[in-house]
């Protein structure tokens, strides 16, 4: 049975009363639009901390795309977004990555990476809007971080907090997050990504249609390439269809003022056409 997801902000602003009794020893940061919040024991200066060892580690086998006008829109585009999100005071960086691999991702305190591979796939704005849209949703919602809590528990998260951040716990993090930035947060936290990045995108003035058109290219290249995926979209995956129905679900809600906005399309396309043609797979 399909279960109907409500729309944005009649949906926000549960608070757990674990939530409310842990206060008293760490911060309930607000983790999604309308004042939702969860417990989160690393700070903010712990997780940008954090975010810069591990995007000083991913630069030095990525390579950042040479032309500062792409570099330049990317920023344009996300500070847009980030500026209305519910976390836009993060020292956000926005880089695009010379790499023909189909993704992006936001690595923790607010490093947000495009590859070529995936810029090549977009026809507008808009599409570039959706999934910066989607990855700023991961930092709100703060996934990595919780990823971090979950799975290390209290007696790193104690560490981080002490300021005892040796090398080598510093290095077991980064590969961990990067991994998981790299293929997704799973399931709840790409439904909460997907589901704030349209509400996100609409609010920045952008067509919400645009996540759809975007979603769906991403899942009908699977098996027509080998060079990458974008967090796990395939259409041969059964929570891609899902992720599509339910984005689709939450735009059916939302006024023809957002639905029918002019698709951007003219700068886009002038920038597309300057990105490096894809390189030649050595055989
Ligand atoms: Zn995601």
């Not at 674990?18 to 903010?44: H, M």
């Not at 390439?225 to 059916?252: M, Q, V």
Request: glycine fraction near 8%; proline fraction near 5%.
């Amino acid at each position: 049975m399909h279960v109907y997801r409500k729309p944005p902000l009649k949906n926000f602003g549960r608070v757990s009363l674990f939530c409310f009794c842990a206060a008293f020893l760490f911060s309930c940061a607000t983790t999604g639009p309308g004042g939702k919040k969860s417990l989160i024991l690393i700070s903010d200066q712990q997780e940008i901390g954090l975010g810069n060892s591990i995007a000083a580690e991913l630069e030095k086998t990525e390579k950042p795309l040479d032309d500062a006008r792409w570099q330049a829109y990317l920023t344009r585009v996300g500070r847009k977004i980030a500026d209305l999100s519910d976390r836009p005071t993060l020292p956000y960086h926005f880089t695009v990555l010379d790499n023909d691999q189909v993704n992006a991702f936001a690595a923790p305190g607010g490093h947000l990476y495009f590859y070529t591979g995936i810029l090549r796939m977009m026809d507008s704005e808009d599409e570039l809007a959706a999934v910066m849209a989607h990855e700023i949703s991961h930092v709100v919602g703060r996934h990595s971080v919780k990823t971090i809590q979950n799975y290390y528990g209290a007696s790193i998260v104690t560490q981080l907090v002490l300021g005892e951040k040796s090398d080598e716990l510093i290095g077991k993090i980064s590969g961990l997050v990067l991994s998981l930035a790299m293929q997704g947060y799973g399931r709840s936290n790409e439904f909460e990504a997907d589901e704030f990045g349209v509400y996100y995108m609409d609010k920045a003035g952008y067509n919400p249609n645009a996540a759809i058109t975007m979603f769906e290219k991403l899942a009908a290249m699977s098996g027509k390439t080998d060079r990458g995926w974008f967090e796990n979209l395939t259409a041969s995956h059964p929570e891609t269809k899902d992720r599509i129905a339910r984005i689709k679900a939450e735009i059916a809600q939302m006024p023809v003022t957002s639905t029918q906005r002019a698709i951007k399309t003219s700068e886009y396309r002038k920038l597309k056409a300057r990105l490096p043609a894809p390189k030649e797979k050595k055989p």
